[in-house]
């Protein structure tokens, strides 16, 4: 007897919604798949192959699960269900192989969809072989045949599709139909392959024992588990693009400007410039140190320095002797004689610059060369000119032509100006380079020395040159000009002796020492300069030192208090307050100090994306409305006109320059209310802004102290540090961060006594949306804030601190026991290792400087033998580098210390 046949129409549904599921993670695994490398590679490809299997043969096992038969129960084999689950995984894995091929020949597409075809309809039939029930099936061999072909159409489709979007940049919606497609053709042949099957009662079939029941539970079960799986699948993947793609941006930056600086560095060919280690080896080389001294990078690169030098001083040690100096001063500068590859010696001009850490320890050294050899034989020339100069001078000799070839000869070949003139200042001789100077091409002997020099030169000149005539040796100092040339001389006149007392003429002697004054007036500068940075450097450090110190001061002292037995409970709660209250100050001084720095130097990080306004003016009501709950004032957050619901900004950002202005405005305010309008505004660009207009019923500003306001580690008056404390920063900051965010913060109204108003605006960046609008365009929207929070019960988790801090350890010990958590300590990584690797732990919190073994060192071991919980890193570096630096290295979260009880707690809660 044929027996009546129907689907669960809710089933069918969700076995179609599978596939379509299923072929959409395939599609994302594939990116993976494809961009991997070596060992990569085979993980992500085993892990798509089994989440794609699983998916599809999940879609045909609900599919069966769909299927019913009145009065008769049914079951499987579980040897041929596990069979067809593998079959499956196989056929993907196929698949993914075919794919993740850097070119996929025709052929390959051939042979692996004929395969992946052969193995789903295998997959499938052999699922349908597993049922056992009181029937036997009777095949319709032509609706067989047309499943067979449907799953190797669908095979083709999948590779064709898997391959045309494997590393595209594709659209959702596009990702959606190709998905779509691929799901409703394996669907297809799955229900095609089920109208192929006839079932016809025979009790002589039966169900045993091992076979697997068709449940409600099982059909429960599959569903999830498939679900789970593709859903884990596809949020790895995910998170594998998004890691792929900051890597490469990351790596493209730092590739260009590597790029940059070797090219800048080779287009030097003057100068040898090359990095040292800290003992000295080079291990940087460009193509004017190949120039200069004859190695190549190749022949160069790890050996030490001293092979530049003579073998005098490389047996005094002279090369370590400059690396010390270096190190000690910081920069080094020498001019001494060195050693090319041929062996000949050459002058060097040395500068040796020591190369720091972020801790301040000597890393290496940068060396700059430059061959003066040619100078120092123009000064050598120019000094036995002289000398020989001198000696004609003084001896006279009567043979003046001879002399004339000789000194033409000589003074020829130095770069300075000499000349000589009679009493009448008639020029008797003149070197070449004077007659270049004054008279290109033209020889000055015969001429005056007013012809010569044009009316404004020889003006200048003629005081002095009348007292060489008189006897006296003149030397001084002009900026003179001939013929578009102007040069910075140094001149010297020395009078010539016919017999004792009787002058005949003189000579002139300038040297160009332009390049000298240009030094001269650089160093000048440098030096005020200087002078400037170390005079703020000290208001700096000065400031730096009350602001820290008036807050520990009072934690010390508070401190010491508490060890008095006599104290009160009243009194030692008290204490306990003001030490708490001076640490979050300390910390928030800290803190303010970074991010002003950090926008000083222009490395603040602004990481602009969209924002759902509410929530950002919610989180802050939050926090000002405690504030403002426990001075007994009212703070109200009200919208005027259109706002919009979502803007694009650093979140972040925003929320530390209202709570600093909003803050100023409660702490400053006893009584009254403190009142922020917000409402968008056109900004002095023509773009659209967003201004908080934040009104106190303060004490008001005076006229004299508002141009302080803004100035870092300034108030208004002593007074107010004193009544109000704070440290100043917050204003400034605030400022500095609110440009940043394309806007400014401004003092727009203040009477004393009344008030104040401080406007802040920034960049809207969206306007699509609205929160609040009406006809009458101004709408009160107040925020209410309910700023209790659930506690947070840890009961269930057991965690390893690691710190080798003992007082952290207590602390953060006595955190967690308070919250119900059961804790074990280590003072190292190497024990954190030790005791993770013998117990179980819900999670550790691992800190990241310690002695014997680090937390890096420890995590990556611990991940390396297999531990999969959750780990996070405890330091005091706050910075967002340390941050990134910590999750790349296989931690789950970062938490900064000092610890924030709440934050601490909060994170636990969410690893559970």
């Not at 012809?451 to 005539?469: D, F, H, I, K, T």
């Not at 030490?579 to 990080?605: F, Q």
């Not at 900004?683 to 102290?705: C, H, M, N, P, Y």
């Not at 108030?715 to 009544?723: E, P, V």
Request: aromatic residues 6%; hydrophobic residues 45%; glycine residues 8%.
């Amino acid at each position: 007897m044929v027996m009546d046949t129907r689907f669960d129409p809710l089933l069918v549904t969700l076995s179609v919604v599978v596939a379509v599921f299923a072929s959409y993670v395939a599609l994302h695994m594939a990116h993976n798949v494809v961009q991997a490398r070596g060992r990569a590679k085979n993980w992500w490809l085993s892990c798509a192959a089994l989440a794609m299997g699983f998916g599809i043969w999940s879609m045909h096992f609900i599919g069966m699960l769909a299927f019913e038969m009145p009065d008769m129960a049914m079951a499987y084999d579980v040897p041929l269900m596990v069979l067809s689950i593998l079959v499956a995984i196989g056929a993907s894995a196929l698949a993914l192989f075919i794919i993740s091929r850097d070119i996929v020949p025709m052929g390959s597409i051939i042979s692996g969809g004929v395969a992946m075809a052969a193995a789903i309809a295998g997959m499938h039939y052999i699922g349908m072989y597993s049922m056992r029930m009181s029937a036997v099936i009777q095949w319709n061999v032509y609706l067989v045949v047309l499943s067979v072909l449907t799953a190797l159409g669908a095979s083709f489709g999948a590779l064709f599709v898997l391959i045309r979007l494997r590393s595209k940049v594709v659209q959702l919606w596009q990702m959606l139909l190709a998905s779509v497609l691929m799901g409703f053709a394996i669907a297809g042949m799955h229900y095609i392959g089920m109208l192929a099957a006839t079932f016809v009662h025979t009790p002589s079939v039966g169900i045993e024992d091992s076979n697997l029941m068709v449940t409600s539970n099982l059909t429960f079960t599959v569903i999830a588990a498939t679900l789970f799986i593709l859903g884990i699948a596809l949020a790895s993947s995910m998170g594998q693009k998004i890691l792929n793609r900051n890597s490469k941006r990351a790596r493209d930056i730092l590739g260009q400007s590597e790029e940059r600086f070797r090219r800048l560095v080779e287009a030097v060919k003057e100068y040898a410039i090359f990095m040292l280690d800290a003992e000295g080896n080079i291990t940087t080389w460009n193509s004017g140190a190949e120039r200069i001294t004859g190695y190549s990078e190749k022949e160069i690169l790890g050996r030490h320095l001293s092979i530049f030098y003579t073998p005098e001083e490389r047996n005094s040690r002279a090369a370590e002797d400059e690396l010390r100096a270096a190190k000690a001063a910081g920069h080094f500068e020498c001019e001494a004689p060195r050693v090319r590859k041929d062996g000949s010696v050459y002058w060097a001009n040395v500068v040796l610059a020591a190369l720091y850490d972020g801790e301040g320890n000597v890393v290496g050294f940068s060396k700059v060369t430059r061959d003066i050899t040619q100078s120092k034989e123009s000064q050598r020339l120019l000094y036995e000119s002289n000398e020989e100069l001198e000696k004609r001078v003084g001896l006279r000799t009567r043979a003046l032509e001879q002399r004339e070839r000789q000194l033409r000869t000589i003074t020829d070949a130095v770069p300075v100006l000499l000349a000589q003139l009679d009493l009448r200042e008639t020029f008797l001789f003149a070197n070449e380079a004077f007659c270049e100077w004054t008279t290109p091409g033209q020889s000055v002997v015969g001429k005056q020395m007013r012809e010569v020099l044009g009316e404004e030169n020889y003006q200048a000149a003629v005081s002095y040159v009348r007292r060489a005539l008189q006897g006296e040796v003149v030397s001084y100092e002009r900026q003179a000009g001939a013929h578009e040339k102007h040069m910075f001389l140094n001149v010297t006149l020395v009078p010539e002796f016919e017999s004792v007392g009787v002058v005949s003429g003189l000579i002139l002697v300038a040297t160009d020492i332009t390049k000298h004054k240009e030094i001269e007036a650089e160093l000048k500068r440098a030096k005020e300069s200087a002078e400037v940075a170390n005079a703020t450097k000290s208001a700096f450090l000065a400031n730096m030192s009350h602001e820290i110190r008036t807050p520990l001061g009072a934690v010390l002292g508070f401190s010491e208090l508490l060890i008095d037995d006599n104290m009160s409970a009243s009194e030692r709660l008290n204490s306990l307050e003001v030490i708490k209250r001076n640490g979050r100050l300390l910390s928030t001084i800290i803190n303010d100090i970074l991010d002003l720095s950090k926008v000083e130097a222009g490395r603040m990080e602004i990481e602009i994306v969209e924002v759902v306004f509410s929530e950002v003016m919610t989180e802050i009501g939050s926090v000002l409305n405690l504030k403002a709950a426990e001075k007994g004032i009212a703070l109200m957050i009200t919208s005027e006109g259109v706002v919009p619901s979502v803007i694009k900004t650093d979140p972040s950002r925003l929320r530390q320059v209202l709570l600093n202005v909003v803050g100023n405005a409660i702490k400053f305010t006893n009584q009254g209310t403190v009142h922020v309008r917000i409402k968008t505004v056109l900004g002095e660009s023509g773009r659209s802004q967003l201004a908080f207009s934040v009104t106190d019923s303060g004490e008001g500003i005076a006229a004299e102290q508002i141009e302080r306001l803004f100035t870092p580690f300034t108030q208004a008056d002593a007074s107010t540090t004193r009544r109000f404390g704070g440290t100043g920063l917050g204003l400034a900051l605030s400022r500095k961060l609110a440009m940043a965010l394309g806007g400014d913060v401004k003092l727009t109204d203040t009477a004393l006594g009344k008030g104040s108003t401080f406007t802040v605006t920034i960049d809207l960046g969206i306007t699509e949306q609205l929160l609040f609008h009406s006809a009458q365009q101004t709408v009160n929207n107040v925020i209410v804030v309910d700023p209790l929070r659930p506690k947070v019960d840890l009961r269930q988790m057991k965690v390893l601190i690691v710190d080798d801090s003992v007082d952290n350890q207590i602390l953060i010990s006595k955190i967690l026991r308070l919250a119900g958590a059961s804790v074990e300590i280590a003072g190292n990584g190497r024990e954190a290792v030790e005791k993770a690797s013998r117990g179980e732990f819900s999670l550790i919190l691992m800190d990241l400087q310690m002695p014997e073994m680090d937390g890096y060192e420890a995590t990556k071991i611990l991940r390396q033998r297999g531990f999969k919980k959750p780990i996070i890193a405890l330091t005091a570096h706050a910075m967002k580098e340390e941050r990134q630096r910590s999750l790349r290295s296989g931690f789950d979260d970062h938490i900064t210390k000092p610890i924030d009880h709440e934050a601490l707690i909060r994170t636990l809660a969410g690893m559970r």
